[in-house]
């Protein structure tokens, strides 16, 4: 059986020849270690103040300008530099106010590549539904009649930022491997950074920013907080996770060794929330590759065969089975002591789980829930908040919000009628990337929604938001490496041809 040309272009797959080795972009360990010198090297500028800054941001707006490729790459350390340990990235306002220059230049970039390329992006269904959400947002916030500026602001600023990201996950198709491999940098420059700040000592220096002796006890390595560090190491391992199991990339087996180093910062940070959505977004991709049939010619690159992978699974829980066992419950007080942030050892009377997980965020859900009964149909308005916080503080540079559930605040903000609207968004989303077998992308996907219900990031683009979104592109992009096309005359039952490309 074969495939037509429009079903093949449609599913964005990679059709196998004999003896091909698709490895032009280069994915050697020397071509990593330049990758993360000039990652490095770019974000040590900043440790000139605010000359160094201005260096930076030049550089990087000049580099935007050589194409697509370049603008992802831009963004991708612009935003590692803004949310990094303030000990490798110190914080000043060049910094963070340039960002809306870079991001302008940014747009600009990406919307003449679009006419160059004649890409029409309201061909895409999850497009058009995202412009439609923003729409009833911006209907909805003028109605509400409650700081209406602010947030216009705030649904034209994610209306063009998503935008862009979607058109470049669509652009890049053909250069799939240098994006893959330019992540991977990413992630290993990440790491280095967090063993570094564990060597130098200011691996728990975020009380600097928060000024509270409670932050003293947290561990945010390579970042500046340790919530930073749980759910963008979440996403992190998920992205290594599919790295390792569709791809076949010569140097994949740094994976393990990343993915270790990275799970020991969740559990150094403490960040519940990240350790629930890389559950969820391993459990969804993993479910997605048990559920994949080959049919109509794709078949599916899998360096690991289902069986495999089910062992594995099964023989990981019985170790950690026996090892509590055999430590008198130790692991499973262990587990307990990072879920719920108590001492078992000690006595007293705690709480149930579900009220200890809830806890931390009990103030900020009645606050939601009381705003959601005033306003049930359109809401409070688009990226606000009644916080006394957010009143004092709101400018038209600066409004954040800190809002731990995602589906909550969506309610608050925008009513039943724009949850309505961001729900379609999300089917539409899922469905586009469901339909192309791209199970990375979903995997992702799931783990930054999951993230999203401890701590609201889906709509921001100051520092770790942005950060996350470029990711999810980067896993877009990767998860077209997950299928091929079967030759006409291959056998559609034969395991692993030993002419299958290698990435």
Same mark, same amino acid.
């Given at each position: 059986?074969?495939?037509?040309?429009?079903?093949?272009?449609?599913?964005?797959?990679?059709?196998?020849?004999?003896?091909?080795?698709?490895?032009? #972009?280069?994915?050697?360990?020397?071509?990593?270690?330049?990758?993360?010198?000039?990652?490095?090297?770019?974000?040590?500028?900043?440790?000139?103040?605010?000359?160094?800054?201005?260096?930076?941001?030049?550089?990087?707006?000049?580099?935007?300008?050589?194409?697509?490729?370049?603008?992802? !790459?831009?963004?991708?350390?612009?935003?590692?530099?803004?949310?990094?340990?303030?000990?490798?990235?110190?914080?000043?306002?060049? =910094?963070?106010?340039?960002?809306?220059?870079? =991001?302008?230049?940014?747009?600009?970039?990406?919307?003449?590549?679009? !006419?160059?390329?004649?890409?029409?992006?309201?061909?895409?269904?999850?497009?058009?539904?995202?412009?439609?959400?923003?729409?009833?947002?911006?209907?909805?916030?003028?109605?509400?009649?409650?700081?209406?500026?602010?947030?216009?602001?705030?649904?034209?600023?994610?209306?063009?930022?998503?935008t862009v990201l979607l058109i470049l996950a669509d652009i890049?198709?053909?250069?799939?491997g240098e994006v893959t491999l330019w992540f991977f940098s990413?992630?290993? /420059?990440? *790491?280095?950074?967090?063993? *570094?700040?564990?060597?130098?000592?200011?691996?728990?220096?975020?009380?600097?920013? @928060?000024?509270?002796?409670?932050?003293?006890s947290f561990f945010n390595g390579p970042f500046d907080h340790?919530? /930073?560090?749980? /759910? /963008?190491?979440?996403?992190?391992?998920?992205?290594?996770?599919?790295?390792?199991?569709?791809?076949?990339? #010569?140097?994949?087996?740094?994976?393990?060794?990343?993915?270790?180093?990275?799970? $020991?910062?969740? $559990?150094? @940070?403490?960040?519940?929330?990240?350790?629930?959505?890389?559950?969820?977004?391993?459990?969804?991709?993993?479910?997605?590759?048990?559920? $994949?049939?080959?049919?109509?010619?794709?078949?599916?690159?899998?360096?690991?065969?289902?069986?495999?992978?089910?062992?594995?699974?099964?023989?990981?829980?019985?170790?950690?089975?026996?090892?509590?066992?055999?430590?008198?419950?130790?692991?499973?007080?262990? #587990?307990?002591?990072?879920?719920?942030?108590?001492?078992?050892?000690?006595?007293?009377?705690?709480?149930?789980?579900?009220?200890?997980?809830?806890?931390?965020?009990?103030?900020?859900?009645?606050?939601?829930?009381?705003?959601?009964?005033? !306003?049930?149909? *359109?809401?409070?308005?688009?990226?606000?908040?009644?916080?006394?916080?957010?009143?004092?503080? #709101?400018?038209?540079?600066?409004?954040?919000?800190?809002?731990?559930?995602?589906? %909550?605040?969506? *309610?608050?903000?925008?009513?039943?009628?724009?949850?309505?609207?961001?729900?379609?968004?999300?089917?539409?989303?899922?469905?586009?990337?469901?339909?192309?077998?791209?199970?990375?992308?979903?995997?992702?996907?799931?783990?930054?929604?999951?993230?999203?219900?401890?701590?609201?990031?889906?709509?921001?683009?100051?520092? !770790?938001?942005?950060?996350?979104?470029?990711?999810?592109?980067?896993?877009? %992009?990767?998860?077209?490496?997950?299928?091929?096309?079967?030759? @006409?005359?291959?056998?559609?039952?034969?395991?692993?041809?030993?002419?299958?490309?290698?990435?």
């Amino acid at each position: 059986m074969t495939l037509n040309r429009p079903i093949a272009s449609k599913l964005n797959v990679t059709r196998r020849k004999p003896g091909e080795r698709h490895n032009k #972009a280069g994915f050697t360990l020397a071509d990593l270690a330049r990758n993360c010198l000039l990652i490095l090297g770019l974000m040590m500028l900043n440790r000139l103040g605010s000359a160094g800054t201005i260096v930076f941001l030049v550089v990087l707006m000049i580099w935007m300008s050589k194409g697509p490729l370049a603008v992802l !790459q831009v963004l991708s350390i612009f935003f590692l530099a803004m949310i990094a340990n303030k000990a490798f990235v110190p914080n000043n306002s060049v =910094l963070t106010q340039g960002r809306f220059l870079l =991001l302008v230049v940014a747009i600009w970039q990406v919307f003449v590549a679009m !006419q160059n390329r004649g890409y029409a992006m309201f061909t895409r269904k999850h497009v058009v539904a995202l412009v439609w959400f923003c729409l009833a947002c911006a209907v909805l916030t003028t109605i509400s009649r409650y700081y209406v500026v602010i947030s216009l602001l705030k649904i034209i600023s994610f209306l063009l930022f998503t935008t862009v990201l979607l058109i470049l996950a669509d652009i890049l198709k053909n250069r799939k491997g240098e994006v893959t491999l330019w992540f991977f940098s990413i992630i290993a /420059t990440s *790491v280095f950074l967090g063993i *570094v700040s564990m060597g130098t000592g200011v691996s728990m220096n975020m009380d600097r920013l @928060a000024k509270t002796k409670s932050a003293e006890s947290f561990f945010n390595g390579p970042f500046d907080h340790s919530q /930073t560090l749980g /759910t /963008t190491a979440a996403l992190m391992i998920v992205y290594l996770l599919g790295l390792t199991l569709f791809t076949r990339h #010569a140097i994949r087996w740094l994976s393990i060794p990343l993915i270790l180093v990275l799970g $020991y910062f969740m $559990y150094l @940070a403490t960040s519940r929330t990240s350790l629930l959505a890389l559950g969820i977004g391993i459990l969804v991709m993993l479910l997605m590759v048990m559920r $994949y049939r080959p049919s109509g010619g794709i078949k599916l690159k899998l360096n690991f065969s289902k069986s495999q992978i089910i062992t594995t699974s099964v023989v990981i829980c019985c170790l950690v089975f026996v090892m509590d066992f055999t430590s008198g419950g130790g692991v499973s007080a262990t #587990a307990m002591e990072f879920l719920v942030k108590y001492d078992p050892n000690v006595s007293g009377k705690h709480d149930t789980i579900t009220k200890e997980l809830f806890k931390s965020r009990e103030g900020q859900i009645e606050m939601m829930m009381l705003n959601i009964r005033k !306003q049930p149909i *359109v809401g409070l308005g688009f990226g606000t908040s009644t916080s006394e916080e957010f009143i004092s503080e #709101a400018t038209l540079l600066s409004a954040p919000t800190e809002k731990g559930f995602l589906f %909550l605040a969506i *309610v608050e903000e925008t009513g039943i009628i724009g949850t309505i609207f961001f729900a379609v968004f999300l089917i539409s989303i899922v469905r586009f990337y469901h339909a192309r077998k791209n199970l990375i992308a979903l995997g992702m996907f799931a783990t930054f929604l999951g993230v999203n219900m401890g701590e609201m990031l889906f709509f921001s683009f100051g520092g !770790q938001g942005g950060f996350l979104w470029v990711f999810i592109v980067g896993s877009i %992009l990767m998860g077209k490496e997950c299928t091929f096309l079967r030759r @006409a005359s291959e056998k559609p039952n034969v395991r692993r041809s030993k002419t299958l490309v290698r990435v």
